[in-house]
């Protein structure tokens, strides 16, 4: 197999390359694509590489690692190229052509493809890693979530003014804005909102989750209401969730569901949290309990690597599956 990774050198793209040199598959020859890191090196196995201008002929897969404007500028010369495009960006996500993919949940969706694979929001993927083990049991009507999610889902940027601000608090005591990457300072702060703000109040990541959830689960009334937060957390997003199911159901159950699901630990006597997910990928399930409202609620909170499952890891295993057709 013969496999590309366009947008190498960023933070998701270079995770990737983490997840291909842990994985055996059988690859036969790599190239790492780039805009401004054009020469850099990257090592992959022992082995140096450089950077490349995209170039996709001979191909066979395409990891995307780039936004969405970059992904759909380069689409007609990937499928020119006939390689498979594993996109993680959101610019495919809502074509009805294009399979929206988590393999524990849809993989039997990625049959469909036409040459573009979606992957997920990196939210949405860890929340319904968690919410599918429910559905299995008996059906999901609604979800409300909110979402705490690390300063990392904006970018290596993101990390930078994080870090930024926490120095310049140590030398002067005072908590201010670094950079443009956040309309406020994220030091000590909770920022909610995620995304553009629509007519209707509700962000574009919240809206994320309602559209992909209904098609990823193929639950096209599925109901969800949604409050996306950026808090100081370096790395990985955590949710906190409550889902209604058509039938009440006992935590025993869910307990049993959560235990024995792919891709997902339940934390009975402990706390699922950024520093327990990070640089895992596994997502991490605990607090579980009864809706105190609704007899078929359950709530619980939800933590997962945002850079690893709810992006490079989840493309991963699409490719691994990819493979197995």
């Known amino acids: ?30 190239r790492f694509f780039g805009f401004g890191s054009v020469g850099q090196e990257i090592t992959f196995k022992d082995r140096r590489y450089k950077i490349e201008k995209p170039f996709f002929t001979g191909l066979d897969v395409i990891l995307g690692a780039v936004s969405s404007d970059i992904a759909k500028g380069y689409i007609t010369d990937i499928k020119a190229s006939g390689a498979l495009f594993i996109d993680n960006s959101s610019a495919f996500r809502h074509d009805a052509e294009v399979p929206l993919v988590i393999p524990q949940i849809n993989k039997e969706d990625i049959v469909n493809h036409h040459g573009i694979i979606a992957n997920p929001n990196c939210s949405t993927i860890i929340t319904l890693m968690a919410v599918q083990a429910i559905n299995k049991l008996n059906p999901v009507t609604a979800i409300n979530a909110v979402t705490y999610q690390a300063v990392s889902g904006a970018g290596a940027k993101g990390l930078e003014e994080l870090n930024a601000e926490t120095v310049a608090f140590c030398q002067d005591g005072k908590v201010e804005r670094k950079s443009d990457v956040f309309n406020y300072p994220i030091l000590f702060n909770c920022i909610p909102q995620i995304g553009d703000l629509g007519s209707d109040g509700y962000t574009s990541e919240e809206l994320k989750m309602e559209k992909e959830a209904r098609k990823i689960m193929h639950i096209a009334d599925l109901k969800v209401n949604c409050t996306c937060v950026r808090v100081p957390v370096a790395r990985s997003h955590s949710i906190a969730v409550t889902v209604y199911t058509k039938d009440r159901l006992e935590l025993t159950q869910v307990e049993a569901a959560f235990s024995n699901s792919e891709g997902l630990i339940y934390l009975k006597n402990d706390l699922p949290m950024p520093l327990v997910a990070s640089n895992r990928d596994e997502v991490f399930v605990g607090r579980l309990r009864k809706d105190r409202i609704f007899a078929n609620g359950i709530t619980f909170f939800v933590c997962g690597d945002q850079i690893r499952k709810g992006a490079a890891t989840n493309a991963i295993e699409i490719l691994e599956h990819f493979l197995k057709l």
Do not use: N, W
Request: aromatic letters at 0%; one cysteine or more; hydrophobic letters at 45%.
């Open 1 to 30: 197999m013969k496999i590309g990774i366009l947008g190498a050198s960023g933070a998701v793209g270079r995770q990737m390359i983490q997840c291909l040199e842990e994985r055996e598959l059988p690859i036969t020859e790599i």
